[in-house]
C-alpha cells in the first residue's frame, strides 16, 4: 500500500522560527511535492522535486525552501516564519513515468499555526 | 496555462439525491483530468482519473465523471449520496505525459443531510 507520511499533524510556532516540515514516502517515487492549502484558494504548490538534489519552484515559493538529500526525504523549511505562513501543509509524490498518469498521493497534512 | 474552475464552494444534498460537482478545464493540449476527495482532518485521495481512454470514468465509492472535450467540463456525479460522502472535493488537471504536475481547483466541500 502507498504510504506517504509527514512527521507532524499540527505544529505551533513563533514568529521568526526556523521551522522544517518533513515528508517520507516507501514507495521509490522520484516526484515529490509541497503544497499549502488555504481556505477558498485550493491546494498552491510550493515547491516540488523530480529527483534528489533537485528542486523547481511552484507557484508560491516565497518565503520557503526545500531539501532532497534522500530519495524518500522531502522537507520544506520556513527560515523564519511569519504568521502569514499560518496554513495546512501538504505532501505528495508520483511515479516518474508515463504509466502513473501523473497520480500524486498525498500525506494527512501537517497544520502550522505560527504565533 | 493550465486551469480548472470549480462552480460552487458549498453544495448541499440530502441523503439519497444526486450530487453533482462541476469542473471546467482550460488546456492547450488534451489534458488528464483527476478528481480528489479530502475527509476532515486528512490528506488527499484520489476517486477517479480520466487519461485519455474512455470518456465516462468510475471510480471509487459509487461516483463517476465524464469527460467533454466540446465543453472543456469533467463533472462528477453520484446518483444516490450517503451520509459519509460528506467531504472536501477537488478538480485537477495535468497537460498529459510528461508534465507532471497538476494544477487544482479551489475545492467544493459537500454537504449531506439526513
Known amino acids: 500500500d502507498v504510504k506517504v507520511t509527514q512527521s507532524s499533524r499540527y505544529l505551533v510556532k513563533r514568529t521568526g522560527e526556523k521551522v522544517f516540515l518533513e515528508c517520507v514516502q516507501d514507495m521509490d517515487h522520484e516526484n515529490m511535492f509541497w503544497y499549502r492549502q488555504d481556505p477558498g484558494l485550493g491546494l498552491r504548490l510550493i515547491y516540488f522535486s523530480y529527483d534528489v538534489k533537485m528542486k523547481e519552484k511552484g507557484d508560491i515559493p516565497e518565503g520557503y525552501s526545500v531539501s532532497r538529500e534522500k530519495k524518500e526525504r522531502f522537507s520544506l523549511i520556513l527560515e523564519s516564519a511569519s504568521t502569514n505562513q499560518t496554513s495546512m501543509y501538504l505532501c505528495a509524490s508520483s511515479r516518474l513515468d508515463t504509466v502513473a498518469k501523473n497520480i500524486q498521493y498525498f500525506g494527512a497534512g501537517t497544520r502550522l499555526s505560527v504565533l | 496555462a493550465q486551469s480548472v474552475t470549480q462552480l460552487g464552494s458549498h453544495v448541499s444534498v440530502s441523503e439519497g439525491a444526486l450530487v453533482l460537482l462541476r469542473c471546467n478545464y482550460s488546456?492547450?493540449?488534451?489534458?488528464?483530468l483527476f478528481w480528489y476527495v479530502q475527509y476532515p482532518n486528512q490528506g488527499l485521495q484520489l476517486l477517479l482519473k480520466?487519461?485519455?481512454?474512455?470518456?465516462l470514468v468510475k471510480g471509487i465509492n459509487g461516483f463517476e465523471a465524464e469527460f467533454k472535450k466540446s465543453e472543456t467540463s469533467f463533472h462528477l456525479t453520484k446518483p444516490s449520496a450517503h451520509m459519509s460522502d460528506a467531504a472536501e472535493y477537488f478538480c485537477a488537471v495535468s497537460e498529459g505525459q510528461g508534465f507532471q504536475k497538476l494544477v487544482f481547483g479551489t475545492g467544493t466541500r459537500l454537504l449531506v443531510s439526513p
Open positions: 488546456s492547450s493540449v488534451p489534458p488528464y
Open positions: 480520466y487519461t485519455s481512454a474512455a470518456t
